[in-house]
């Protein structure tokens, strides 16, 4: 069975920093390529980075600049490292193994506020 267990939301200030976590198991972590998600309320989810099995990252025009994913493969985890927050931010941030399956951890919120 595969699970993904998240952690490291909560609430920081704009301009601050969190890291995510997301540790996996049940399957060939180093092979998966990952991702982590975000939904806003009343909006879609959408990307906001991937890392391939190789290590090769991807993030949209938002994020580019201030987010960074990594994996640790000896520790099955993959990180989300956010730095300059702002408020619109402000979401539920979800970890997914994209492939060679796909699956979703249950969601970590992160609140940007002053």
């Known amino acids: 069975q595969v699970q993904l267990v998240e952690s490291g939301g909560g609430l920081v200030q704009p301009g601050g920093s969190l890291r995510l976590s997301c540790t996996v198991s049940?399957?060939?972590?180093?092979?998966?390529?990952m991702g982590w998600y975000r939904q806003a309320p009343g909006k879609q989810r959408e990307l906001v980075a991937a890392?391939?099995?190789?290590?090769?990252?991807t993030y949209p025009d938002s994020v580019k600049g201030r987010f960074t994913i990594s994996r640790d493969n000896s520790k099955n985890t993959v990180y989300l490292q956010m730095n300059s927050l702002k408020p619109e931010d402000t979401a539920v941030y979800y970890c997914?193994?994209?492939?060679?399956?796909?699956?979703w951890g249950q969601g970590t919120q992160v609140t940007v506020s002053s």
């Open positions: 049940g399957t060939v972590f180093s092979l998966s390529a």
């Open positions: 997914a193994l994209t492939a060679p399956l796909n699956y």
């Open positions: 890392i391939t099995s190789g290590g090769r990252t």
